[in-house]
């Protein structure tokens, strides 16, 4: 018997899938993690395996990942699906390096542990605070390389403005009614055009392949 929970019924809402990252490792968040005391300290999340989310009704937003203690070699694909949260653990890991871009889009990260070997990403000048607890290192603070005045500042082009993009991240964003290479280019976006030029090349393309495989299955 089919119960309201699981009625395939035409038009019924579905929760979004919860991120893929939560399940990396098992359990909830460890006890003593800087996310279960995070989770701890508020009354409005839940633990989802490693994640801890905003409680509701549907799946709320992700704050915090507990990846402590996973047996990481590298920092997972699925780590972006995590671009929300506030707090991140990723120490007790065999984790050599922290590429550059592996937290692009963390714009919401305050608190970050990582092994100590390894340093904050963005360097410290990207955090207000950076210290050492045994075999931890604690990034705390994000700050705001747009405006930091300790050598983070990054210069976008004319007509554009700078927005923070992750820890010592940033992007050029267009101001109104710029766009285009270095947001050179006045007016609203030609969408009518962009369209039919993108149109004209994917049909020639298609009738390009179409010919050759043509030709080849004529080809005894």
Known sequence: MLGSRGCPCAGAAQAPRPPQVCGLCPGPPRNGSIVARFCESRH?????????????????????????????????????????????????????????????????????????????????????NVTVDRSSRLCQGQRNPCNSSVGLAWPCPENSVCAPDGPGLVQCLCDSPFHGYKCLREGPFPMLLFGGILGTVTVSLSLLLWGTQRRKAKTP
């Not at 507990?66 to 671009?83: K, R, Y």
């Not at 990582?114 to 904050?120: H, R």
């Open 44 to 128: 409005d999340t839940e633990s989802d395996g490693r994640c801890c989310r905003e409680r509701g009704p549907t799946t709320g937003q992700l704050l915090g990942l507990d990846l402590s203690n996973c047996s990481l070699h590298s920092v997972p694909p699925g780590l972006a699906e995590a671009s929300t949260a506030m707090v991140l653990d990723l120490t007790e890991n065999p984790l050599t390096t922290l590429p550059s871009g592996s937290f692009l889009g963390f714009i919401h990260l305050q608190n970050l542990t990582v092994p100590l070997t390894l340093q904050c990403p963005g360097g410290s000048d990207a955090w207000r």
